[in-house]
């Protein structure tokens, strides 16, 4: 039986992938025989195009083996309004790492032991439908064992993604292929014939199993190498089992690949010794720290050895242009409030998807997922001066981290072995002072958005129960409750109907990440005018559509699946 089952795969978006399909020679062959297979002349014919695809996946495949990225996996499942279009009516949440190395491992960050086999029970209680253990994440693959003798292929045009030429080819399973293999079409770039894109589904000839829609995209993040970077997946309501049909939309990110790099020794060898005459004699008091100056040192420590480890899972993102951005907006905070802080306060990105924000120490954190989300800057200024609020107010921070010990577990128990949310009192207390920071600042007259964006979170929230659950810090949302809440009288009625009125955005509108070492920088896409209101997708799943470039192409590789509307 053939373990290409991404069969109704909203139950397992962190299964991971069995080397079952790979042949002995493919199991033994080493990354430099296969590079070294890959590399003959250029293809004059069809026939020969389709052979150099086949040896390029096979390579992949291999290669996909010594990689483990993080998976993200985000479900909205659906109803149909006649104006307004597809609308969430539930939602789910995965986050995972890939591990194609050994068979199948489910490494995942929800901190619940065998939580894919109680997750497909649960929505089989939804659906009447039985969930197989393989996910989202499988769609990252065209088929373990993609050959000539399971499938028939035909040249359909040649057509630019971005500004990589491609070749466009119809697949096919042959009739006595079985079940569970690809058919649709794959976009084959025309220098090394790497697949960079396949969209379609799997075979079945039964009444037992339904298979899943997907469109899959590669990036060029290293040279000749094409690796998974998303995944989305819809299906309409026509895919019926047992009487009953779904509808659903789903985004699956994979990032980290170079997560390795991170733990090597390299720093080791690039230490720089300062010459002699930078030394001078100087008293030992001067030499050593105050008490008031070693607790700030402590505290510092906690929060760079936090943030170290999280950097090093792949969760938060490097430092870069991002968080430049939203230093200006918090030290216009300051500045106009007066504030001294020490130490510096600084800004850095969560580069999951679930809408939430904390403070590590003087570090404020915020997740990519708000970020594009927020409508405005005054909106981002609401929730970044809730987290100075924290800060302004002294509210102490854990140091237990400070000690490095604390730090030895595994990735996967991030979400349980670090924790930064605070009591309901300490999130009261930085309401009460941000608002406070918010009237002495240049946001002071244009808060009715953010006001806005809590009634749209709030009219949301019952029904995007993950979206809003945060993993290591406080969530805007809580119950009945809402972050910054007095901003709701001041805001607008909130008019789903009305083109001109953007409470919140789709998912993925502000950030893009590159997935080799997860940095991010904001999208740079022209403002898209809206015609109906289908098309305002407040906090949304859209495909995606990558603009592709070849690795050390200037113009990095682009995401525009979803642009900024103001």
């Known amino acids: ?36 297979a890959v590399t003959p002349s250029a293809p004059v014919s069809f026939d020969q195009v389709i052979d150099r695809v086949i040896q390029r996946e096979r390579f992949f495949n291999l290669s996909m083996r010594r990689l483990h990225p993080l998976v993200e996996t985000y479900i909205q499942n659906l109803k149909v309004d006649r104006e307004l279009g597809p609308q969430a009516v539930s939602d789910q949440y995965f986050l995972g790492r890939l591990d194609m190395s050994g068979g199948l491992d489910d490494k995942t960050f929800m901190g619940q032991p065998g939580f894919s086999h109680r997750f497909m029970s649960k929505l089989s209680e939804v659906y009447s439908l039985k969930f197989l253990p393989l996910g989202f994440a499988q769609m990252v693959l065209v088929d373990q064992d993609f050959e000539r003798k399971y499938y028939d292929f ?83 309501g026509d895919k019926v089992k047992m009487g009953k049909s779904f509808r659903f939309r789903a985004q699956t990110r994979l990032w980290g690949y170079d997560l390795q790099r991170l733990g090597s020794s390299d720093s080791f060898t690039q230490i ?44 938060l993102a490097p430092a870069g242009e991002v968080d430049k951005v939203l230093q200006t907006v918090v030290n216009n905070l300051i500045v106009t409030n007066n504030l001294n802080i020490e130490p510096e306060v600084r800004v850095r990105v969560l580069l999951t998807t679930p809408l939430e924000s904390f403070t590590v120490g003087h570090t404020i954190v915020i997740s990519r997922g708000l970020l594009d989300v ?62 406070q920071l918010l009237a002495n600042s240049p946001y002071k007259d244009n ?25 290591l810090g406080n969530g805007l949302a809580h119950g009945e409750s809402i972050r910054m ?16 009125q953007l409470a919140a955005l789709p998912l993925g509108s502000r950030i893009r990440m590159e997935p080799w070492s997860g940095r991010i920088d904001l999208i740079k896409t022209k403002a898209v005018s809206l015609t109906t209101p289908e098309e305002k997708m407040p906090f949304g799943l859209t495909p995606f559509f990558p603009y592709l470039t070849r690795y050390g192409n200037p113009g990095a590789e682009k995401v525009a699946q979803t642009a900024p509307v103001k």
Request: with cysteine; aromatic share 8%; charged share 25%.
């Open 272 to 315: 720089l010794v300062d010459s002699p005459q930078s030394v001078q004699d100087q008293s030992p008091a001067s030499q050593d720290a105050s008490p008031v100056e070693s607790a700030r040192l402590w505290e510092r420590e906690a929060e760079d050895n936090a943030l170290d480890r999280l950097q090093r899972i792949g969760l």
């Open 1 to 36: 039986m053939r373990n290409l089952t991404a069969v109704l795969v909203l139950a397992c978006a962190f299964a991971f992938l069995s080397p079952r399909a790979f042949s002995q020679d493919s199991a033994t062959a080493t990354t430099a025989s296969a590079q070294v």
């Open 374 to 435: 927020l409508p405005d800057e005054p909106s981002l200024a609401m929730v970044l001066a809730h987290e100075l609020g924290h800060i302004a107010l002294g509210q102490p921070s854990d140091t237990s981290l400070a000690f490095n010990d604390r730090l030895f577990f595994p990735d996967e128990d991030a979400f349980q072995d670090m924790d930064f949310g605070r009591d309901a009192a300490d999130e009261e207390a930085a309401d009460k002072e941000a608002l």
């Open 154 to 236: 035909a040249y359909v045009r040649r057509e630019f993604l971005g500004e990589v030429r491609c070749i466009v080819i119809d697949v096919q399973p042959k009739k006595h292929a079985g079940d569970g293999r690809f058919i649709g079409r794959i976009w084959v770039e025309d220098q090394d014939y790497n697949i960079v894109r396949f969209n379609g589904t799997y075979t079945s000839r039964g009444h037992d199993r339904v298979y899943l829609h997907f469109d899959s995209w590669r990036l060029n993040m290293r040279p000749g190498e094409w690796l998974p970077a998303y995944v989305y997946s819809e299906e309409s």
């Open 447 to 471: 808060l009715s958005s953010a006001g806005l964006f809590l009634k749209a979170l709030q009219e949301a929230a019952p029904e995007l129960k993950n979206l809003i659950r945060p993993h």
């Open 485 to 500: 809440s007095a901003l709701l009288n001041a805001a607008p009625k909130l008019e789903e109907r009305k083109l001109t």
